[in-house]
Nanobody, 120 residues
């Protein structure tokens, strides 16, 4: 129901935009977030919002570099990633429907991951 795309291999300082499209449901008033998981590490909150049109929240490591946005007509959320660093390398996931924005285990729906690799 959630399909993430847009990952790839880039150089440090480059940009990427990830997309997460919902099918069979709308994001609506549920929480939607991006998480990432680097090899050997726990899944980490990247960015998200609690309800459509609400405030956007960011993990400390991405503040000022990543931007969460959404297109209501396309039922798609985006993660614009600028000034990428090697430590941003991870599999990125979108998730929806939760009462706790920051907790991965609280989300009901997960998209397929998309790999982002940033080389120095």
């Amino acid at each position: 129901q959630l399909q993430a795309s847009g990952g790839g291999s880039v150089q440090a300082g480059d940009s990427l935009r990830l997309s997460c499209a919902a099918s069979g449901r709308t994001f609506g008033s549920t929480a939607v977030a991006w998480f990432r998981q680097a090899q050997g590490k726990e899944r980490e909150f990247v960015s998200g919002r609690l309800w459509s049109g609400g405030s956007k929240y960011y993990g400390d490591s991405v503040k000022g570099r990543f931007t969460f946005s959404e297109d209501y007509a396309k039922n798609t959320v985006y993660l614009q990633m600028d000034s990428l660093k090697p430590e941003d390398t991870a599999v990125y996931y979108c998730a929806a429907d939760s009462k706790n924005l920051y907790s991965p285990s609280s989300y009901l729906y997960w998209g397929t991951g998309t790999l982002v690799t940033v080389s120095s």
